[in-house]
Nanobody, 122 residues
Framework: QVQLVEAGGGLVQAGDSLRLSCAAS????????IGWFRQAPGKEREFVGT????????NYADSVKGRFTISRDNAQNTVYLQMNSLKPDDTAVYYC???????????????WGQGTQVTVSS
């Protein structure tokens, strides 16, 4: 069992940066792949990116590639989502989730955080 808590959301202007964190409690954190997803009002949950348990491999949605970076610190049981050059279209609730391996399909993830709101004004 893993409990996940996101933090770091807020209101920013287009072009700004934010760093979200996903803090985990529970055993064997490094054994879990972490995915980041987002959901805007009236839209389906959308894949943002993933990171393997070791942190060696990341994967990103085309919409964020080159702007967002996922990293993790297994000693601190934390995964980060660095978001640069933010756009109004990035406005959403951002969630982190844990699974045994990386998937882009949110339905494959076992454990979820409560989400953190990111709002980007134009």
């Amino acid at each position: 069992q893993v409990q996940l808590v996101e933090a770091g959301g807020g209101l920013v202007q287009a072009g700004d940066s934010l760093r979200l964190s996903c803090a985990a409690s529970g055993r064997s954190f490094s054994g879990y792949a972490i995915g980041w997803f987002r959901q805007a009002p009236g839209k389906e949950r959308e894949f943002v990116g993933t990171i393997t348990g070791s942190g060696r491999t990341t994967n990103y949605a085309d919409s964020v590639k080159g702007r967002f970076t996922i990293s993790r610190d297994n000693a601190q049981n934390t995964v980060y989502l660095q978001m640069n050059s933010l756009k109004p279209d990035d406005t959403a609730v951002y969630y982190c989730a844990a699974a045994g391996t990386t998937y882009s399909d949110y339905r494959r993830y076992w454990f979820w955080g409560q989400g953190t709101q990111v709002t980007v004004s134009s």
